[in-house]
Protein backbone atom coordinates (compact mmCIF):
# COMPACT_ATOMS: atom_id res chain seq x y z
CA UNK A 1 0.00 0.00 0.00
CA UNK A 2 1.28 3.25 -0.79
CA UNK A 3 -0.41 6.71 1.14
CA UNK A 4 -0.58 9.80 -0.95
CA UNK A 5 0.24 12.66 1.92
CA UNK A 6 -0.69 15.81 -0.14
CA UNK A 7 -3.36 15.75 -2.87
CA UNK A 8 -5.63 18.14 -3.47
CA UNK A 9 -8.60 16.15 -4.95
CA UNK A 10 -10.98 18.04 -4.23
CA UNK A 11 -10.55 21.02 -6.50
CA UNK A 12 -12.54 22.23 -9.50
CA UNK A 13 -9.59 20.34 -11.54
CA UNK A 14 -11.77 16.86 -10.85
CA UNK A 15 -15.61 17.81 -10.95
CA UNK A 16 -15.86 15.63 -14.10
CA UNK A 17 -14.22 13.36 -12.69
CA UNK A 18 -13.79 13.42 -9.33
CA UNK A 19 -14.63 9.80 -7.89
CA UNK A 20 -13.02 7.72 -10.75
CA UNK A 21 -9.87 9.59 -10.12
CA UNK A 22 -10.02 8.34 -6.40
CA UNK A 23 -10.76 4.98 -7.76
CA UNK A 24 -8.08 4.57 -10.37
CA UNK A 25 -5.42 5.78 -7.05
CA UNK A 26 -6.87 2.78 -4.95
CA UNK A 27 -6.87 0.29 -7.91
CA UNK A 28 -3.05 1.05 -8.17
CA UNK A 29 -2.62 0.18 -4.40
CA UNK A 30 -2.40 4.19 -3.45
CA UNK A 31 -5.25 3.26 -0.66
CA UNK A 32 -4.54 6.35 1.72
CA UNK A 33 -4.62 9.85 -0.09
CA UNK A 34 -4.51 12.87 2.82
CA UNK A 35 -6.39 15.82 2.03
CA UNK A 36 -4.63 19.59 2.67
CA UNK A 37 -7.33 22.52 2.98
CA UNK A 38 -6.65 25.03 1.17
CA UNK A 39 -9.13 28.25 2.35
CA UNK A 40 -13.09 28.53 3.40
CA UNK A 41 -13.95 28.13 0.65
CA UNK A 42 -12.61 24.69 -0.35
CA UNK A 43 -13.86 23.23 3.29
CA UNK A 44 -17.04 21.65 2.15
CA UNK A 45 -15.66 20.13 -1.08
CA UNK A 46 -12.89 18.86 0.76
CA UNK A 47 -15.01 17.50 3.14
CA UNK A 48 -17.90 15.74 0.82
CA UNK A 49 -15.19 14.05 -0.74
CA UNK A 50 -13.44 12.37 2.59
CA UNK A 51 -17.44 11.20 3.61
CA UNK A 52 -17.60 9.56 -0.25
CA UNK A 53 -14.24 7.66 0.68
CA UNK A 54 -14.14 7.28 4.57
CA UNK A 55 -11.52 4.54 4.37
CA UNK A 56 -9.30 6.37 1.88
CA UNK A 57 -9.64 10.02 2.05
CA UNK A 58 -8.00 11.91 5.50
CA UNK A 59 -8.87 15.80 5.39
CA UNK A 60 -6.75 18.51 7.28
CA UNK A 61 -7.43 21.74 8.34
CA UNK A 62 -5.48 25.42 7.59
CA UNK A 63 -5.43 27.68 5.54
CA UNK A 64 -2.49 28.27 1.86
CA UNK A 65 -0.20 31.13 2.90
CA UNK A 66 -1.03 32.20 -0.94
CA UNK A 67 -4.57 32.91 0.54
CA UNK A 68 -3.51 35.12 3.20
CA UNK A 69 -5.15 38.30 2.04
CA UNK A 70 -6.50 41.79 4.03
CA UNK A 71 -9.52 38.99 5.25
CA UNK A 72 -6.85 36.90 6.85
CA UNK A 73 -8.14 37.31 10.27
CA UNK A 74 -11.71 36.12 9.33
CA UNK A 75 -10.70 33.64 7.42
CA UNK A 76 -8.14 32.18 10.24
CA UNK A 77 -11.59 32.58 12.92
CA UNK A 78 -13.70 30.16 10.47
CA UNK A 79 -10.34 27.76 9.95
CA UNK A 80 -10.16 27.98 13.73
CA UNK A 81 -13.41 27.07 14.61
CA UNK A 82 -13.71 24.03 12.01
CA UNK A 83 -10.58 22.65 13.35
CA UNK A 84 -11.60 23.13 17.25
CA UNK A 85 -15.02 21.93 16.93
CA UNK A 86 -14.03 18.82 14.90
CA UNK A 87 -10.78 17.85 16.14
CA UNK A 88 -11.11 13.86 15.83
CA UNK A 89 -11.81 14.57 12.08
CA UNK A 90 -9.02 16.36 11.00
CA UNK A 91 -5.65 14.31 11.02
CA UNK A 92 -3.20 17.67 11.14
CA UNK A 93 -3.01 21.55 10.44
CA UNK A 94 -2.41 21.76 7.10
CA UNK A 95 -1.13 23.26 4.43
CA UNK A 96 0.05 26.19 6.09
CA UNK A 97 3.22 27.74 5.65
CA UNK A 98 4.79 30.79 3.74
CA UNK A 99 4.87 31.50 0.06
CA UNK A 100 6.95 34.62 -1.34
CA UNK A 101 6.70 33.20 -5.09
CA UNK A 102 3.26 35.05 -6.01
CA UNK A 103 3.61 37.46 -3.81
CA UNK A 104 4.87 39.30 -0.84
CA UNK A 105 2.38 41.78 -0.19
CA UNK A 106 1.48 40.59 2.81
CA UNK A 107 4.49 38.76 3.99
CA UNK A 108 4.02 39.76 7.81
CA UNK A 109 0.46 38.14 7.90
CA UNK A 110 1.59 34.88 6.28
CA UNK A 111 4.05 34.56 9.00
CA UNK A 112 1.48 35.46 11.90
CA UNK A 113 -1.01 33.14 10.29
CA UNK A 114 1.63 30.33 10.10
CA UNK A 115 2.74 30.84 13.91
CA UNK A 116 -1.16 30.91 14.99
CA UNK A 117 -1.76 27.48 13.15
CA UNK A 118 1.77 25.79 14.47
CA UNK A 119 0.23 26.92 18.17
CA UNK A 120 -3.28 25.37 17.41
CA UNK A 121 -1.45 22.46 16.17
CA UNK A 122 0.97 22.04 19.38
CA UNK A 123 -2.03 22.54 21.56
CA UNK A 124 -4.39 19.66 19.66
CA UNK A 125 -1.20 17.42 19.59
CA UNK A 126 -1.22 17.50 15.51
CA UNK A 127 1.38 17.39 12.76
CA UNK A 128 1.24 20.35 10.64
CA UNK A 129 2.25 20.45 6.55
CA UNK A 130 4.73 22.84 5.63
CA UNK A 131 4.33 25.04 2.30
CA UNK A 132 7.40 26.52 1.83
CA UNK A 133 8.17 28.58 -1.62
CA UNK A 134 10.56 31.10 -1.96
CA UNK A 135 11.07 31.19 1.60
CA UNK A 136 13.39 28.83 3.18
CA UNK A 137 14.74 31.43 5.69
CA UNK A 138 11.68 32.69 6.84
CA UNK A 139 10.09 29.41 7.54
CA UNK A 140 13.25 28.31 9.79
CA UNK A 141 13.28 31.35 11.58
CA UNK A 142 9.42 30.70 13.12
CA UNK A 143 10.18 26.61 13.65
CA UNK A 144 13.20 27.60 15.23
CA UNK A 145 11.32 29.52 17.85
CA UNK A 146 8.24 27.13 18.45
CA UNK A 147 9.90 23.42 17.70
CA UNK A 148 9.93 21.08 20.36
CA UNK A 149 9.10 17.85 21.54
CA UNK A 150 5.19 18.37 21.11
CA UNK A 151 6.06 20.21 17.32
CA UNK A 152 6.08 17.49 14.24
CA UNK A 153 4.97 17.72 10.19
CA UNK A 154 5.98 17.37 7.15
CA UNK A 155 7.66 20.25 5.05
CA UNK A 156 5.84 19.74 1.42
CA UNK A 157 6.67 19.38 -1.90
CA UNK A 158 10.53 19.83 -0.83
CA UNK A 159 13.10 21.51 -3.11
CA UNK A 160 15.59 22.70 -1.11
CA UNK A 161 19.56 22.24 -0.61
CA UNK A 162 21.17 18.75 1.39
CA UNK A 163 21.80 21.62 3.91
CA UNK A 164 18.17 22.78 3.91
CA UNK A 165 17.38 18.82 4.32
CA UNK A 166 19.30 17.76 6.67
CA UNK A 167 17.66 21.23 8.94
CA UNK A 168 14.72 19.76 8.93
CA UNK A 169 15.60 16.25 10.03
CA UNK A 170 17.78 17.63 12.28
CA UNK A 171 14.18 19.34 14.01
CA UNK A 172 13.33 16.02 15.05
CA UNK A 173 10.20 15.59 14.22
CA UNK A 174 9.81 16.38 10.66
CA UNK A 175 9.73 14.38 7.75
CA UNK A 176 10.19 15.58 3.52
CA UNK A 177 8.04 15.50 1.44
CA UNK A 178 8.81 14.35 -1.91
CA UNK A 179 6.41 14.74 -5.34
CA UNK A 180 7.04 15.05 -8.92
CA UNK A 181 10.08 17.66 -8.97
CA UNK A 182 12.00 14.64 -8.09
CA UNK A 183 11.81 13.68 -11.29
CA UNK A 184 12.64 17.32 -12.95
CA UNK A 185 16.52 16.30 -13.91
CA UNK A 186 16.84 20.43 -13.54
CA UNK A 187 15.34 20.40 -9.66
CA UNK A 188 18.57 18.65 -8.51
CA UNK A 189 16.53 17.20 -5.89
CA UNK A 190 18.07 13.70 -6.10
CA UNK A 191 21.22 15.22 -5.33
CA UNK A 192 19.51 17.05 -1.95
CA UNK A 193 17.92 13.98 -0.51
CA UNK A 194 20.45 11.12 -1.98
CA UNK A 195 21.97 11.12 1.85
CA UNK A 196 18.52 11.36 4.06
CA UNK A 197 17.35 7.80 5.25
CA UNK A 198 14.74 6.76 3.93
CA UNK A 199 13.11 6.75 6.71
CA UNK A 200 12.89 10.43 7.00
CA UNK A 201 10.99 10.54 3.41
CA UNK A 202 6.98 10.14 3.20
CA UNK A 203 5.45 10.38 -0.73
CA UNK A 204 3.08 12.90 -2.06
CA UNK A 205 1.82 14.28 -5.78
CA UNK A 206 0.61 17.19 -4.98
CA UNK A 207 -2.34 16.70 -7.42
CA UNK A 208 -3.20 18.10 -9.84
CA UNK A 209 -0.11 19.86 -9.45
CA UNK A 210 3.45 19.18 -10.39
CA UNK A 211 2.84 15.27 -11.82
CA UNK A 212 5.94 13.47 -12.58
CA UNK A 213 7.88 12.65 -15.51
CA UNK A 214 6.36 10.55 -17.37
CA UNK A 215 3.11 12.55 -17.09
CA UNK A 216 4.65 16.02 -16.55
CA UNK A 217 2.61 18.37 -18.09
CA UNK A 218 -0.50 16.90 -17.23
CA UNK A 219 -3.17 17.08 -14.55
CA UNK A 220 -1.94 15.56 -11.85
CA UNK A 221 -3.30 12.40 -9.81
CA UNK A 222 -2.81 10.14 -6.91
CA UNK A 223 -1.93 7.31 -8.84
CA UNK A 224 1.27 8.56 -10.23
CA UNK A 225 2.87 7.92 -6.79
CA UNK A 226 4.00 5.05 -8.23
CA UNK A 227 6.46 7.13 -10.86
CA UNK A 228 7.96 9.31 -7.59
CA UNK A 229 8.28 5.94 -5.87
CA UNK A 230 10.12 4.48 -8.86
CA UNK A 231 12.64 7.28 -9.03
CA UNK A 232 13.25 6.86 -5.14
CA UNK A 233 14.19 3.06 -6.24
CA UNK A 234 16.93 4.63 -8.47
CA UNK A 235 18.08 7.19 -5.44
CA UNK A 236 18.19 4.53 -2.91
CA UNK A 237 19.29 1.74 -4.81
CA UNK A 238 16.39 -0.07 -2.97
CA UNK A 239 13.65 -2.34 -4.22
CA UNK A 240 10.48 -0.88 -5.03
CA UNK A 241 8.84 -2.55 -2.41
CA UNK A 242 11.27 -1.19 0.37
CA UNK A 243 10.25 2.14 -0.99
CA UNK A 244 6.07 1.22 -0.57
CA UNK A 245 6.97 -0.37 3.01
CA UNK A 246 8.81 2.36 4.41
CA UNK A 247 7.22 5.53 2.95
CA UNK A 248 3.77 4.11 4.69
CA UNK A 249 5.32 3.32 7.91
CA UNK A 250 6.71 7.19 7.84
CA UNK A 251 3.01 8.66 6.86
CA UNK A 252 1.14 6.10 9.46
CA UNK A 253 3.22 7.16 12.26
CA UNK A 254 3.58 11.09 11.45
CA UNK A 255 -0.28 11.54 10.73
CA UNK A 256 -1.30 8.55 13.40
CA UNK A 257 -3.23 7.18 10.79
CA UNK A 258 -5.70 4.50 11.50
CA UNK A 259 -6.04 2.34 8.30
CA UNK A 260 -6.03 -0.26 9.07
CA UNK A 261 -8.93 -0.44 11.65
CA UNK A 262 -11.00 1.37 8.37
CA UNK A 263 -9.99 -1.48 5.97
Not at 35 to 52: F, G, Q, S, Y
Not at 70 to 99: H, T
Not at 108 to 131: D, G, M, N, S, Y
Amino acid sequence: MFIDTHTHLFVDAFDRDRKEVVQRAIDHGVEALLLPNIDVDTIDKMNELANDFPNNCFPMMGIHPCDVKEDWENQLEIIKKELFSYPEKYIAVGEIGIDLYWDKTHIEEQKEVFKRQIKWAKELQKPIVIHARDSFDEIFEIVDELNDDQLTGVFHCFTGTKEQAEKIINYGGFKIGIGGVITYKKAKVDEAIRDISLKHIVLETDSPYLAPVPKRGKRNESAYILHIAEKLTDIYQVPLLEIEKQTTLNAIELFNLKINDKT
